[in-house]
């Protein structure tokens, strides 16, 4: 049974680009909540998204925007990269109503 | 706001030590408690969660505790080995915004030392 996959795993990127990045939920899972992980420090929340829909957001700049798609994978979206968004974001998903979250390998996004 | 605070941020034990990592959280009303396991450059590996409502829980040489009115929970590790070595993350669940959510510390950086 595969977990949460990423994608891609690496990426590098020119400060004003903008990026995509992609995650498929566990088997059965139906919620996909975002994280950023800057180096050295815990993962912040950047939003959840439910039924195609965003539930949730942490506190985050309207450049991070996201979309769950109708087979419950979702994408992360950041406009006009700057430095400061270098860090690891991971997907975690989730069974709706329960607290099991299973979280991806990440995806170590660089920008230059 | 939620804010969760691990102690020590680094810790560095010879082979077979027993050890505890700290965690303390401002906020009671949680759902539950997790910790996580995470691999330079990895993503996150569930080790253990505990509901509000349970004191402990126990996986093979890990034991978690919780004291949700004091806001803390310890992870103890038992005869220590090199696999060991990993940033241990904790988490706490609860309700933000009418949905469920985790907030993360910093973490501990374990290094078990052969």
């Known amino acids: 049974d595969a977990g949460v996959t990423q994608s891609p795993t690496h990426l590098i990127k020119t400060r004003g680009q903008q990026v995509t990045l992609r995650c498929s939920p566990k088997s059965g899972h139906d919620t996909v909540s975002w994280y950023q992980q800057a180096l050295g420090q815990g993962p912040q929340f950047i939003f959840q998204?439910?039924?195609?829909?965003?539930?949730q957001r942490g506190n985050f700049p309207d450049r991070f925007s996201g979309h769950q798609f109708p087979n419950y994978s979702s994408e992360l979206n950041v406009n006009a990269l700057l430095l400061g968004d270098s860090a690891l974001y991971l997907c975690?998903?989730?069974?709706?109503?329960?607290?099991?979250?299973?979280f991806g390998s990440g995806t170590r996004l660089t920008v230059v | 706001k939620q804010e969760v605070t691990q102690i020590p941020a680094a810790l560095s034990v010879p082979e077979g030590e027993n050890l505890v990592l700290n965690c303390s959280f401002t906020?009671?009303?949680?759902?539950?408690l997790q910790w996580f396991r995470q691999d330079p450059g990895k993503g996150l590996t569930s080790l253990l969660l505990?509901?509000?409502?349970?004191r402990e829980q126990t996986s093979g040489r890990l034991n978690a505790s919780l004291d949700k009115s004091s806001g803390r929970s310890t992870l103890y590790i038992a005869a220590s080995q090199p696999g060991d070595s990993a940033t241990y993350l904790c988490?706490?669940?609860?309700?933000?915004?009418?949905?469920?959510?985790?907030?993360f510390g910093k973490g501990t950086k374990l290094s078990v030392i052969p």
């Open positions: 906020d009671s009303a949680i759902y539950n």
């Open positions: 505990i509901q509000s409502s349970q």
């Open positions: 975690a998903s989730s069974e709706q109503g329960s607290y099991g979250y299973t």
């Open positions: 988490a706490v669940g609860y309700s933000g915004a009418g949905s469920y959510q985790l907030t």
């Open positions: 998204y439910y039924e195609e829909e965003e539930r």
